[in-house]
Nanobody, 125 residues
Framework: QVQLMESGGGSVQAGGSLRLSCVVSGDHSGSQCMGWFRQVPGKEREAIAR???????SYADSVEGRFTISKDNAKNTLFLQMNSLLPEDTAVYYC???????????????????WGQGTQVTVSS
């Protein structure tokens, strides 16, 4: 079982930056694929970034070019660097993990096994 703990959320003005962190503990075989989702109340969760075992990343169109996902395997930590933040980025952000397929080189788009508790990001105009 994988445990995920996010931190780094907060309030920022539009155009600002934040960096989210997610510490991974437990069975690391279950975290070959990792990613970030976000959710606004009343809306479905949105997958915004993911990274596979080899560090290959992908992004939703809504954050491409502004957000960067990365990981520090030695520290068992996943990051999301968020730049040029917009008011529409306001949401609860969730760290996710999954074992994926083919040793973690094929990662799910939506169906992740482990979820963190979420951290609030608020961007004011």
């Amino acid at each position: 079982q994988v445990q995920l703990m996010e931190s780094g959320g907060g309030s920022v003005q539009a155009g600002g930056s934040l960096r989210l962190s997610c510490v991974v503990s437990g069975d690391h075989s279950g975290s070959q694929c990792m990613g970030w989702f976000r959710q606004v109340p009343g809306k479905e969760r949105e997958a915004i970034a993911r990274i596979d075992r080899d560090g290959i990343d992908s992004y939703a169109d809504s954050v491409e070019g502004r957000f960067t996902i990365s990981k520090d395997n030695a520290k068992n930590t996943l990051f999301l660097q968020m730049n040029s933040l917009l008011p529409e980025d306001t949401a609860v952000y969730y760290c996710v993990a999954d074992k994926g397929l083919y040793g973690g080189t094929f990662c799910p788009e939506l169906d992740y096994e482990s979820w963190g508790q979420g951290t609030q990001v608020t961007v004011s105009s």
